[in-house]
Structure formats: C-alpha cells, structure tokens
C-alpha cells in the first residue's frame, strides 16, 4: 500500500507529470509503489505491522514516501551528475528516517511495536576453552 500518490509528487517537486513526458505518471507510480514497498519492509522488520493504517502514523510515512519517490522520478526523468539541492534534502530525509527507523531511534506515532525485534539467528560466540 503507498502511502502517497503522484499528486503527492508532483506537489512536492512543483511539476505535472503528462502521458508525453518522462516520466509518465505511470513511472511515478511505480517509483511511488517501490518506495512504500521499502519502507514497509523496514517498518516490518523493525517490528511493526504492516500496512499500516494509523492516521498519523500514514502521515508521517506520506511525506518520506513522497520524499523517496521524488528522489527516484528526478534520477529517472534528468540526465546530470548532480542532482539539485532540493532533490539531496529529499534523499538525506528519506535516507535518515529508515537508519532512525532501522537503529529504533524513530518510532511510528500511534503504533506500537508487534515484535521484540529479536533476529531469527543470532551469532552466539563459543565459550573459551581451557
């Protein structure tokens, strides 16, 4: 489930997306639906249920979604080295909430977390011998 729509990105990047550009608005829900399918990963891995469905919780995720959506539309619709200062505080936001999501350091508002987080396997070190 996203968590934003392409008028989400178009809003933020200040653009309307047509059926004779490129992206279309097809990529960019694509790119809308790849994002929300990565956060979703992280937020699942970190405990939580997903899809999420608290209000403020889909908030929150509608604006990093947007976020990482734009990043990936302006690599797919731009050709340059350098991305825009805008399009590098996009990626920075979206980059820094799933390491704060993935360290525990950003919780879901209104979510808490189904799981203790306790990996599968863990590397358990040997006892030394005498």
């Known amino acids: 489930m996203a968590y934003c729509d392409v008028t989400d990105v178009e809003q933020l990047m200040q653009t309307k997306f047509t059926l004779s550009g490129h992206p279309t608005p097809t990529d960019v829900e694509e790119f809308v639906d790849f994002t929300a399918a990565n ?3 992280v937020i699942q891995a970190s405990g939580y249920a997903t899809p999420v469905t608290v209000a403020t919780a889909i908030a929150l995720l509608k604006k990093y979604n947007s976020f990482g ?8 619709g731009y050709v340059s080295d350098t991305a825009p200062a805008r399009v590098e505080y996009w990626q920075e936001q979206y980059n820094g909430f799933i390491a704060r999501v993935r360290r525990g350091e950003q919780e879901l508002p209104g979510l808490t977390p189904t799981s ?3 990996p599968a396997f863990e590397i358990v070190a040997f006892p030394e011998r005498v």
């Open 39 to 41: 956060l979703d990963g």
């Open 69 to 76: 959506a734009a990043v990936a539309v302006w690599h797919a």
């Open 116 to 118: 203790d987080l306790q």
